[in-house]
């Protein structure tokens, strides 16, 4: 058993409440340097490693030149691993020079360098997997039903994998960063673990009753806080500048309701404090005064970097190639930001829609980022109290009732009956307060302006954060929305061409509405909990009929279709989705006598 944590030095309690406490937290406005993000990150990146990502940056330049835009995806360059005979200084020197050949380069990349994905490993099959687990969705009794749920089950195997010991022997040759435990990837182009797709793919595993799995994944992610002080968007070199939607306490929550071990919550506690501080410092901090002088401390997200995405270098460029210098770096810095958001790309982060050059995602107070954190934050006060750690639980508890207040006086719009993104200026006049004002709410509709409905599913022994009276009035805002179409919720009403705007769903933002209902104290909030699930399950059953494979995203206009749009094709796997799925059915069942197909 691992040791217990050690009680809070007064000193830590202190700041602590002095961060609760002291509303002159600055906003940044401009990106840390590299070397800033670095240091951050846990002490600088190696010489070795940095040089390796600058090749790989050369790489994918000199292939699109080489292979064309079509289907052209950057991010496999910066994925591959050296070849077992090869070094970067041979791989840079013998980088065409000229416009090279399509046999030129694939000729040059087969020498230099080893597949992308080769230095993960299948695993074998995962210990606490088996093929029909005892207790598996006893109430999915319509056959058709149950046989397919069993085969998405069975995608835990395909997914799961081990990083490749030569990845920690030398992590020089590679931009997969080592983790010690197995990992369950996204699938397709998704190669690495991800942050908050993990957790969706958690509640999957604990229903596939894969405990010590789903307990891999979050020490995995344990691991990436000891190391860097946050967890990383992906477990790439690549990603050690931002971070994903804050879901870690939330899997070791679930992890202990489903095994009772506090063994592994001891374990962990620390790394939860860390990740807090993290997102609690003055990058992502913002202090707002309401209209009765009531100061207020939300978050917002904010990559610490102003350059190309290396994983889509090609693609920034393009788009920042007919800005000046300083613009550049500026963009740059929202399109990492917006990465950090998970919904990357959305019009969401955009001053115009049609332009993702006005992207301006660090001026704006997420409704769903402080959801996470108010949870993340509930969730510290119960494990503090759970390890007997009662002086840190009450400064969560208090810190939890502060965001809840910041919430509803910031972000909630009681016209619209929702909860809405805050816009701060962005004049560049840099505040220590910034002034409430009614007209920096987005009254733009989005499916992350019904999330805070999620609260309602956490933590049975506090009070609800929505009550029953007022759930409802937010259910009908989002049934007189437009969200809601024939397969599901949409992500927003405007269609753009961009991945997380209308017609596409996403996995992730129906489960935290539909649970959000579920839990509301209100029968008709259930019901059409139950109504979304099952547009939900209907769609990826046929989609999967269709094409043999689960998707990231589906166009909730359409049952059985899968989403498009974005700045990459369309990938299957797929681990969230999956996630879902099998959180879905346990939850509802699927009666013998009820259809499962369109």
């Given at each position: 058993m691992p040791p217990r944590p050690p009680r809070p030095h007064k000193l830590l309690v202190f700041l602590v409440l002095f961060l609760f406490s002291v509303p002159l937290l600055r906003p940044i406005h401009m990106a840390p340097t590299a070397a800033a993000a670095a240091a951050v990150a846990g002490g600088g990146v190696e010489a070795e490693a940095e040089a390796l990502l600058g090749l790989l940056q050369r790489v994918q330049s000199e292939a699109l030149r080489a292979f064309g835009p079509n289907d052209f995806d950057p991010k496999l360059y910066v994925d591959l691993p050296l070849a077992a005979d090869a070094s970067a200084a041979a791989a840079l020197a013998s980088l065409p020079r000229a416009v090279p050949s399509r046999g030129e380069m694939e000729a040059y990349i087969?020498?230099?360098?080893?597949?992308?994905?080769?230095?993960?490993?299948?695993?074998?099959?995962?210990?606490?997997?088996e093929r029909d687990p005892p207790g598996f969705l006893p109430r999915v009794e319509r056959a058709g039903?149950?046989?397919?749920?069993?085969?998405?089950?069975?995608?835990?195997?395909?997914?799961?994998?081990?990083?490749?010991?030569?990845?920690?022997?030398?992590?020089?040759?590679?931009?997969?960063?080592?983790?010690?435990?197995?990992?369950?990837?996204?699938?397709?182009?998704?190669?690495?673990?991800?942050?908050?797709?993990?957790y969706w793919v958690v509640r999957g595993l604990l229903v596939s009753k894969m405990y010590e799995t789903a307990k891999d994944i979050v020490l995995n992610l344990v691991y990436l806080v000891e190391k860097y002080g946050f967890v990383l968007n992906g477990a790439r070199s690549y990603y050690t500048?931002?971070?994903?939607?804050?879901?870690?306490?939330?899997?070791?929550?679930?992890?202990?309701?489903?095994?009772?071990?506090?063994?592994?919550?001891?374990?962990?506690?620390?790394?939860?404090?860390?990740?807090?501080?993290?997102?609690?410092?003055?990058?992502?901090?913002v202090a707002i005064m309401d209209n009765h002088g009531r100061v207020h401390n939300l978050s917002r997200y904010q990559a610490m970097w102003n350059k190309p995405r290396p994983e889509s270098a090609t693609i920034d460029e393009e788009f920042a190639s007919k800005l000046s210098t300083a613009a550049k770096e500026k963009f740059y810095h929202q399109v990492a930001s917006t990465a950090e958001t998970g919904w990357d790309f959305s019009s969401r982060w955009m001053r115009d829609s049609t332009d993702m050059t006005t992207l301006t995602t660090s001026y704006i107070i997420p409704v769903d980022l402080n959801t996470f954190i108010l949870k993340m934050e509930q969730d510290i006060?119960?494990?503090?109290?759970?390890?007997?750690?009662?002086?840190?639980?009450?400064?969560?508890?208090?810190?939890?009732?502060?965001?809840?207040?910041?919430?509803?006086?910031?972000?909630?719009?009681?016209?619209?009956?929702?909860?809405?993104?805050?816009?701060?200026?962005?004049?560049?006049?840099?505040?220590?307060?910034?002034?409430?004002?009614?007209?920096?709410q987005n009254r733009a509709i989005f499916a992350s302006n019904f999330v805070p409905l999620w609260l309602n599913a956490q933590h049975s022994g506090l009070e609800r954060f929505v009550d029953e009276a007022k759930s409802v009035r937010v259910m009908r805002s989002l049934q007189k929305s437009g969200l809601l179409q024939p397969a599901g919720i949409a992500t927003s009403l405007s269609n753009t061409g961009q991945q997380w705007d209308f017609p596409n769903g996403w996995a992730p933002l129906q489960h935290l509405i539909v649970e959000g209902l579920l839990r509301s104290g209100s029968g008709e909030a259930r019901e059409l909990a139950e109504d979304i699930a099952t547009r939900w399950?209907?769609?990826?059953?046929?989609?999967?009929?269709?094409?043999?494979?689960?998707?990231?995203?589906?166009?909730?206009?359409?049952?059985?279709?899968?989403?498009?749009?974005?700045?990459?094709?369309?990938?299957?796997?797929?681990?969230?989705?999956?996630?879902?799925?099998?959180?879905?059915?346990?939850?509802?069942?699927?009666?013998?006598?009820?259809?499962?197909?369109?």
């Open positions: 087969s020498r230099y360098f080893a597949p992308a994905g080769s230095d993960l490993v299948a695993a074998a099959d995962p210990p606490d997997f039903a149950r046989a397919w749920a069993l085969e998405v089950h069975a995608l835990w195997k395909d997914l799961t994998r081990r990083v490749a010991p030569a990845v920690a022997a030398r992590p020089d040759r590679h931009t997969l960063l080592p983790l010690p435990g197995r990992v369950v990837v996204p699938g397709s182009r998704f190669r690495e673990v991800y942050y908050w797709d993990s500048n931002r971070s994903q939607p804050p879901l870690l306490s939330s899997m070791v929550l679930d992890i202990y309701m489903a095994t009772g071990d506090m063994a592994f919550v001891r374990r962990v506690f620390p790394s939860l404090l860390k990740e807090h501080s993290f997102w609690m410092s003055e990058v992502h901090n006060a119960f494990f503090a109290k759970l390890i007997g750690e009662s002086t840190t639980s009450e400064i969560f508890s208090e810190a939890s009732k502060a965001r809840h207040n910041a919430i509803e006086s910031v972000l909630w719009n009681a016209d619209m009956e929702q909860w809405l993104d805050y816009w701060l200026p962005t004049d560049g006049n840099c505040q220590a307060v910034y002034q409430w004002k009614s007209n920096s399950v209907r769609t990826n059953y046929d989609a999967y009929k269709a094409t043999g494979a689960m998707h990231e995203k589906y166009d909730v206009v359409t049952c059985g279709k899968s989403g498009g749009g974005g700045e990459y094709k369309p990938q299957t796997g797929f681990g969230w989705s999956n996630g879902v799925i099998l959180s879905f059915l346990e939850e509802f069942g699927w009666p013998q006598d009820k259809e499962i197909d369109c």
